[in-house]
């Protein structure tokens, strides 16, 4: 596997609090993007980050990439009770006819 | 709008049977892919492409073939079909290194 963790991890908060999900790889990759799947349908992209940058933002949402480390993380300020989904790393691996692989993923639960 | 579209939908199929799985873009990307996914897991990669009349193995091939015979069309075959294939199915595209698109989903169920 090219993932660090292998569970689904599962967080519950409280609407309005900030929640950080972090995922790391195991091999090299050029762009790790962040997925979000609510239930019932296909996962849609929701940032993506590329090697040469440290942090990329989108509204509510915050990604950072440490190479160095291999890991990512997506935050959520001020999370609504509509941003319970499942969310995903993926990476795009070098070398590797561009393979796209996704790790285990977070199920997050934003109670109002 | 990029657009991938997966048929069928749903599919109920008998044990040791053959199933096909289509999906089916009009983004003109070179990339496809398809994925499985079990209930409370995350995607796992079967098959990809990045060109027409070529496909490569990802994670999890065994059981599966691909096909990709036009830069628009990528179909997944399960020649004998098994329990432990029964899960959601997502088909996705992408162009370089940009945002994938997804289908909405297979859902196959083998009894």
């Known amino acids: 596997s090219q993932w660090g963790e292998e569970n689904l991890q599962a967080l519950s908060i409280q609407e309005g609090e900030d929640v950080t999900m972090n995922c790391s790889y195991k091999?090299?990759?050029?762009?790790v993007q962040w997925y979000r799947q609510k239930s019932g349908k296909g996962p849609a992209q929701l940032i993506l980050?590329?090697?040469?940058?440290r942090e990329k933002r989108s509204g509510r949402l915050r990604a950072t990439l440490d190479t160095s480390s291999q890991s990512s993380s997506l935050s959520i300020t001020g999370t609504l009770a509509t941003d319970t989904a499942v969310y995903f790393c993926?990476?795009?691996?070098?070398?590797?006819?561009?393979?796209?692989?996704f790790g285990a993923g977070t199920r997050l639960a934003v109670c109002p | 709008e990029a657009a991938v579209t997966q048929s069928p939908r749903s599919k109920v199929a008998v044990t040791g049977g053959k199933v096909t799985l289509s999906c089916h873009q009009t983004?003109?990307?070179?990339?496809m892919y398809w994925y499985r996914q079990d209930t409370g897991h995350g995607l796992r990669l079967i098959h990809y492409?990045?060109?027409?009349?070529?496909?490569e193995k990802g994670d999890i091939p065994d059981g599966y073939k691909a096909s990709r015979p036009s830069q628009e069309n990528f179909s997944l075959i399960l020649e004998l079909a098994s329990l432990s294939q029964t899960a959601v199915y997502f088909c996705?595209?992408?162009?370089?290194?940009?945002?994938?698109?997804f289908g909405k989903g297979t859902r196959l169920t083998v009894v």
């Open positions: 091999t090299y990759t050029t762009v």
């Open positions: 492409s990045y060109v027409a009349d070529s496909t």
């Open positions: 983004n003109n990307h070179d990339y």
């Open positions: 980050i590329r090697s040469n940058e």
């Open positions: 996705a595209s992408r162009q370089g290194n940009t945002e994938v698109f």
């Open positions: 993926a990476a795009m691996l070098s070398g590797s006819f561009n393979k796209l692989t």
